[in-house]
Structure formats: C-alpha cells, structure tokens
C-alpha cells in the first residue's frame, strides 16, 4: 500500500503514527502535519443517486424512493441536501407509479385512454421501466 499524500503540502513521505478514531494516523516528514486518511465506505452507484433525485423531482417520497431502489430514504436525503435539490411544491395534482417491463409498456401505451387527463414520465429502471403518472386528487 503506496503512503497517502500529506494534505498540507502534497509530500509523500509519510510515516505511520498511531490510529485515531479506528483510522490510521499518519505524520508528514516535510512539514510535520499530522493527518489521517480518508475512511473508505460502501461506495453508491452514481446511477442510483440519479435515479432517486429524479424520483424526488418527480414528487415521490423518500420511503417510496428506498422501496423502489432499495437505498435508504436517508441517504435519498442526504443527496437531496448535497445537490441542492428543491422540494416539488404541493399542486392538486398527485404522482402514481408503476414497474414494467418492456411488453407491459407497449401494451400500456397501446390504448389511447392511458394517455388522456394527466401527465405521464417514463423513466428507465435496471430492466423495467417506472412509469410515473400525475393524476387530479379526486374529491370525495
């Protein structure tokens, strides 16, 4: 394993000087600064991040969010909050979807009616497709 570089000044000449935090320490030869690396965590495919800021862009809810992708609505919020993303505001209208694969989609958009009196975004998800589809709340 190659030394990591000194954040202050870049050097490599480093030498190990105890552990912090479960962490290895290390101390700079150049400039003595004292600094450990970074902690190496389950790395998140980027396509999924994507995914489920487009999803909450969509009006989905970050409990939907994690059923459907199967990453925690936590980490769903905290890339809403790393990204900057905006909260969808609140209309009378309602999104709904639904997984399908490629034959139930056709098959779907098919018949005319499907396509009428709300919106309609299909986005692709592994190998299905999210159909996400914006209906009037309906008055009771």
């Not at 993303?85 to 709904?96: I, L, N, S």
Request: with cysteine; aromatic share 12%.
């Amino acid at each position: 394993m190659s030394k990591p570089a000194c954040p202050k000044c870049e050097s490599t000449d480093a030498t190990k000087s105890g552990i912090i935090g479960g962490r290895q320490r290390f101390k700079c030869k150049n400039c003595g600064y004292h600094f450990s690396v970074a902690k190496t965590g389950k790395e998140i495919n980027p396509y999924y991040v994507i995914k489920a800021l487009q999803l909450y862009v969509e009006g989905v809810s970050y409990r939907e969010i994690e059923r459907l992708l199967g990453v925690s609505h936590v980490s769903v919020m905290n890339w809403v909050k790393k990204y900057g993303m905006k909260a969808p505001r609140q209309t009378e209208y309602h999104p709904t979807y639904k997984i399908l694969n490629q034959r139930e989609l056709t098959e779907y958009f098919q018949d005319p009616q499907h396509l009428k009196g709300a919106g309609l975004v299909v986005t692709e998800l592994g190998d299905k497709y999210m159909m996400i589809r914006w209906e009037r709340f309906r008055q009771a």
